[in-house]
């Protein structure tokens, strides 16, 4: 009986079909954009190689910028990355991780129905709901910018926001523990997502433990993991966060003392823009649910005060925390609304609940079509145009195809970022220009990278000094991809 009820479902049965249908979509443009060369050593190659690692016996070991073996705890605790790490016995592909991480993503439009069947009361709003989780332009750009264990989370704590809600305390245990996998700061959002449980249900003991939980977490993976692992933490830190501190504490310190720094940077033009950006597809809704909001704080305040540009752009990973909470939020707060008896014209223009529901998925395809990932009407876009070119091959990831091709799977490489994101699943994978033990070098003189930067002037620096060496031959070169190889025949 209960298999027929889900069956006659329809509204369940419509969300699982666009989750479907999303999913499609967009594990075929990220296996686009990654058949185009546009993914890179990183961070989908740092990634690759960690899960490649892991599925063959080094847990989460990776090759880091100085050529070492490392640990991937000592840059972030996101051993998340586990879950993927059967698809690696299967191949060396990355192609069925970016299909996992799309179906996983998608998997949130079903919690997301659920809450707001719950607070709505309307199966077309709910049905809106989940659209408005998979229309939401940050989330889509988490999906197509290569792989990233915090964008696995982000469905997960969608997950748990329904589990607190409907107080499913073993469901929202292990949402939640695995979701704190994904990053070491997630913690911080966890955490007041159990202040919520406490103001909203009363359930002191329950919201405590999360909470509690999840700080004790995030304090253990900065203050304990991460050192102890070999971390290579510090110069990306102080890269994002150095007008504060070149460590997470110093950091912390310097932003408290330095308040009006911090008021400056976050109220210039290009912060605010990201949280327009933010706000604008879901209608500022978020802001009329604001504790349950204010679980996005963290990372967003993250984000705001960094220096690296991507972490304030919603065309990277960097919103995916924030996401599930000012999604879910915006259910909440468009219920509460709906609730109100006061002003009138407000309760007459949200009783209709179709026309509501049209308005929230019209904001939803309005965000995807001008801020999103999807290259739908290029000329009313306001994305970034070079991301939105990402997905078409084109003849040369032909010639980086052919090049690549000639690098035996076990030998040691060194690749420029563009290059590494397809040559990561090996015990060493150096990034150029760091050569050491290379047996073979592969760069790309019309991306050039290095490390992670286009630096075209210290790229030709380093490949005139890799040319000039006497133990390296070059054995292929057309239309700017050259491949080097170590002459004695390391690496076969």
Same mark, same amino acid.
């Given at each position: ?46 990634? $690759? ?53 799309? #179906? ?45 264990? $915090? ?14 809600? #409907? ?6 245990? #292990? ?6 996998? %994904?990053?070491?700061? #997630? ?23 999360? !909470? ?25 830190? !102080? ?22 720094? $911090?008021?400056?940077?976050? %109220? ?44 304030? !752009? ?64 290029? @000329? ?5 145009? !070079? ?24 030998? $040691?490489? @060194? ?76 690496? %076969?």
């Amino acid at each position: 009986m209960r298999r027929w009820r889900l069956v006659r479902d329809l509204p369940l049965t419509l969300v699982l079909v666009l989750a479907t249908t999303w999913a499609a979509l967009f594990s075929w443009l990220s296996v686009a954009r990654h058949e185009g060369w546009w993914t890179g050593r990183f961070d989908l190659g740092n990634m $690759v190689q960690a899960i490649w690692s892991t599925a063959h016996g080094d847990f989460l070991m990776a090759t880091n910028a100085a050529g070492e073996q490392a640990s991937r705890l000592g840059s972030h605790v996101d051993p998340l990355l586990v879950v993927l790490v059967p698809l690696q016995w299967i191949t060396d592909s990355a192609v069925p991780l970016l299909v996992a991480q799309a #179906v996983i993503v998608a998997a949130g439009a079903v919690p997301a129905f659920l809450l707001g069947r719950r607070w709505l009361g309307d199966d077309r709003l709910a049905v809106a709901g989940a659209l408005m989780w998979l229309l939401y332009a940050p989330i889509q750009w988490a999906v197509v910018t290569d792989l990233h264990a $915090v964008t696995l989370a982000a469905p997960l704590l969608m997950l748990a926001i329904w589990a607190a809600e #409907v107080r499913n305390d073993w469901v929202l245990g #292990v949402a939640a523990a695995l979701a704190l996998m %994904g990053k070491e700061q #997630v913690g911080l959002a966890v955490a007041i997502l159990g202040v919520w449980i406490i103001v909203r249900q009363r359930r002191w003991i329950a919201g405590a433990v999360l !909470s509690v939980a999840s700080l004790a977490w995030t304090l253990i993976a900065v203050l304990v993991i991460i050192p102890a692992a070999g971390t290579d933490l510090p110069r990306p830190f !102080s890269e994002r966060f150095g007008r504060f501190g070149d460590t997470p504490s110093q950091a912390l310190v310097g932003a408290l003392s330095q308040p009006l720094e $911090v008021i400056t940077t976050i %109220g210039g033009w290009q912060r605010l823009s990201y949280l327009l950006a933010l706000l604008l597809p879901l209608l500022f809704l978020p802001l009329f649910a604001p504790l349950l909001a204010a679980a996005a704080l963290p990372d967003l305040l993250l984000n705001m005060l960094a220096d690296w540009w991507p972490n304030h !752009s919603i065309e990277f990973h960097y919103a995916a925390v924030p996401s599930p909470f000012l999604v879910a939020a915006a259910m909440l707060g468009l219920a509460g609304l709906r609730r109100r008896s006061r002003p009138e014209w407000l309760r007459r223009m949200l009783r209709p609940a179709g026309a509501v529901a049209l308005v929230l998925v019209g904001a939803g395809v309005l965000g995807t079509v001008v801020t999103g990932p999807v290259p739908i009407a290029p @000329s009313l876009s306001r994305a970034t145009e !070079s991301r939105l070119q990402q997905y078409r091959p084109g003849p040369h990831a032909g010639v980086l195809d052919e090049a690549a091709a000639l690098i035996p799977a076990d030998a $040691v490489v @060194s690749a420029g970022n563009g290059a590494g994101g397809h040559l990561s699943a090996r015990r060493r994978a150096l990034v150029f220009p760091e050569v050491g033990d290379a047996a073979w070098v592969i760069v790309d003189r019309t991306r050039p990278d290095v490390f992670d930067r286009l630096d075209p002037a210290g790229f030709t620096y380093w490949l005139d000094r890799l040319r000039a060496r006497g133990d390296f031959r070059l054995v292929f070169d057309r239309d700017g991809v050259m491949v080097f190889r170590r002459v004695g025949g390391q690496g %076969g």
